[in-house]
């Protein structure tokens, strides 16, 4: 990837149409961390944070936590998943994905919980996954 074309591209669409919001075509931007820091590098230097949304594996994050500051820095904030993710493990060995229901639900938990720690907006969608959840 072409780290000015993806700056060129954001640019033009922020610029001269007033594009802020973005949906990731990738099912797996966070698979490797290299991904989502080509993609801090094509947004950093635009004049407001951009609202990216796309799949990730949350089995993915719960193994590189890290990678949560690294989201929000970029405005990756709508999160999408397979209904497969928080299902059985047949289902999840079956397509290939790793991670048990338990490191999905791990995942989500952390990301759940950073979004209310740094943002308001997100309080409401933090006590739903709670009683989703089921946590007292």
């Known amino acids: 990837v072409d780290v000015e074309e993806l700056k060129q591209f954001f640019s033009d669409a922020y610029h001269k ?3 802020k919001t973005f949906m990731v075509a990738d ?3 966070n698979e490797e961390t290299l991904k989502l ?3 801090w590098e094509a947004v950093k230097d635009l004049p407001e944070q951009m609202s990216i ?11 590189r936590p890290e990678q949560i500051k690294l989201l929000d820095k970029i405005g990756f904030h709508s999160h999408l998943f397979g209904i497969e993710s928080l299902g059985e493990d047949k289902a999840r060995k079956t397509i290939g994905k790793g991670g ?5 639900y791990t995942g989500l938990l952390i990301r ?3 979004l209310a720690y740094h943002t308001t907006y997100q309080r409401h969608g933090l006590l739903a996954l709670i ?3 089921k946590i007292n």
């Not at 949304?53 to 193994?63: Q, T």
């Open 17 to 19: 149409f007033g594009i």
């Open 37 to 39: 820091e080509i993609l």
């Open 131 to 133: 009683k989703l959840l």
């Open 27 to 29: 099912d797996t931007p």
């Open 112 to 114: 759940a919980l950073w």
């Open 53 to 63: 949304g796309g799949f990730n594996r949350f089995d993915v994050l719960a193994k």
């Open 100 to 104: 048990s229901k338990e490191d999905m």
